[in-house]
């Protein structure tokens, strides 16, 4: 988790292109929209507990806010040059695979 924190931290930084960060921001958010709309599923055994939680980052309104991260990154990231594109892709799966690491974790998987 800490390694995940300084990451992030290191994107905040003011040298971090705006395209960059907005990416990571877009796959912070979907995952956890992704996720918690999941928990909603049929058959998802979801506990009573974790439901409002589930109806709240998993709702549709959640996905539209995502949604407009999206075209907004895309926008952003077709005025910039390819190495920045190329950097902000990366930064998009270097973000997926912390949340998968995430979100194993906090149900006690690991990936070798």
């Known amino acids: 988790i800490y390694i995940y924190y300084?990451?992030?931290?290191?994107?905040?930084?003011?040298?971090?292109?705006?395209?960059?960060?907005?990416?990571?921001?877009?796959?912070?958010?979907v995952v956890y929209n992704d996720n918690f709309a999941y928990c909603l599923g049929p058959g998802s055994r979801t506990p009573l507990e974790l439901e409002?939680?589930?109806?709240?980052?998993?709702?549709?309104?959640?996905?539209r806010y995502c949604q407009s991260l999206q075209r907004l990154t895309d926008k952003y990231l077709l005025k910039c040059p390819t190495h920045v594109q190329e950097q902000a892709a990366g930064v998009f799966i270097e973000i997926?695979?912390?949340?998968?690491?995430?979100w194993n974790m906090s149900v006690g998987l690991s990936i070798s």
């Not at 905040?12 to 921001?25: G, K, M, Q, R, V």
């Open 6 to 29: 300084r990451y992030l931290e290191e994107l905040s930084e003011p040298h971090t292109d705006f395209a960059i960060a907005l990416a990571a921001l877009w796959a912070i958010e």
């Open 52 to 63: 409002t939680s589930c109806k709240r980052w998993g709702s549709l309104d959640f996905k």
């Open 96 to 102: 997926l695979s912390f949340e998968i690491g995430f």
